[in-house]
């Protein structure tokens, strides 16, 4: 080769390894993740759902190696939040920290701007918890049978308080009407808080609410447990019996957290996120930080989780649309 040519060779082997070189920096570039992950919370800042889905994307964010970002979008009972997530880019950066209810509030709005199920892709259930009957420590009511026996017996004559029109707290009590075939009066307040105040002070006779709600006023003397939702006894309120035991096995709810991602992300992306969802569920840390609101860690595959999902909006939908209960 000439000394003229020697130069114009070495170019263009130059620019053939470039050519093979750039497309590898590319790949790695956009191996996921390759920046920070927002985590989207239906929720205002410093409620227990939010400690919850930010200690989880904490310990999320440790395994991946890229941070999460908490992004609270409160409001519309959730709607907000979760239509923001159906139409973000399936690409894996943009998460929902979800709940229960994305189920009751799918099956009691009749338009929704987005699709529950086809608009998402599961990626993990996080924990789960049974709710309490509750009354006031000293209604004569000291079990759920007693309850039931009072609703039927005078139509109306029992209130329940409800943190709203279509919440958890009132869908759960309209399943104990349908099961039990009775009839009670329904007081909603904005938020379980004024419903349990006006529960202690005798102005409703029950309520059905959370164990996080519960305990401490139940610890306090103020408030009395009748039964809880799940399948077994919790370990957080052993002496109370479930309500299959109390006689009424229909009346089964458990409130459940999970994290899904807008549908069509890449598949690896999806399992990786479960598998990394998993592994933080069994870290001692994680089982503390559910306990403190009485639930215990529920890991397993994305399909598992969007067939919960499922069933429970088909759950829901068929009691309001059976039961006529109002929700709007």
Not at 82 to 96: S, W
Not at 122 to 149: C, K, N
């Amino acid at each position: 080769m000439s000394g003229a040519g020697r130069p114009a060779g070495l170019a263009a082997i130059a620019m053939s390894l470039a050519a093979l070189i750039v497309p590898l920096r590319s790949d790695a570039e956009s191996a996921w993740p390759g920046r920070p992950i927002k985590l989207v919370i239906p929720y205002a800042a410093g409620g227990g759902s939010d400690i919850i889905a930010r200690a989880i994307g904490g310990k999320l964010a440790e395994r991946l190696g890229r941070p999460i970002i908490a992004d609270n979008k409160p409001g519309g009972g959730g709607i907000i939040a979760v239509d923001a997530v159906a139409k973000a880019p399936p690409d894996g950066y943009t998460i929902l920290f979800t709940t229960t209810a994305i189920a009751t509030i799918s099956a009691g709005r009749k338009t929704l701007p987005y699709d529950p199920v086809k608009d998402f892709t599961p990626i993990g259930e996080i924990g789960a918890t049974p709710l309490l009957i509750v009354v006031a420590r000293d209604s004569p009511i000291r079990t759920l049978g007693e309850l039931v026996s009072q609703a039927r017996a005078k139509p109306n004559s029992i209130t329940y308080g409800s943190g709203g029109v279509g919440s958890m707290s009132h869908l759960g009590m309209e399943l104990l009407d349908s099961v039990a075939n009775v009839q009670m009066l329904h007081v909603p307040y904005k938020g379980m808080a004024p419903a349990l105040t006006d529960l202690i002070a005798g102005r409703v006779t029950t309520a059905l609410c959370t164990f996080a709600s519960a305990l401490p006023l139940m610890k306090g003397g103020r408030l009395r447990g009748l039964t809880v939702t799940g399948a077994q006894r919790s370990p957080f309120a052993p002496d109370l019996p479930t309500s299959a035991e109390a006689g009424f096995p229909g009346f089964h709810i458990d409130f459940w957290w999970g994290i899904v991602a807008p549908a069509r992300i890449p598949t690896e992306v999806a399992k990786r996120l479960n598998e990394e969802l998993n592994a933080v569920l069994a870290e001692a840390g994680t089982r503390e930080l559910l306990a403190r609101e009485a639930a215990v860690p529920v890991p397993g595959p994305p399909d598992q989780f969007g067939k919960l999902v499922s069933s429970d909006i088909a759950r829901w939908t068929s009691l309001i649309r059976d039961a006529h209960v109002q929700t709007e």
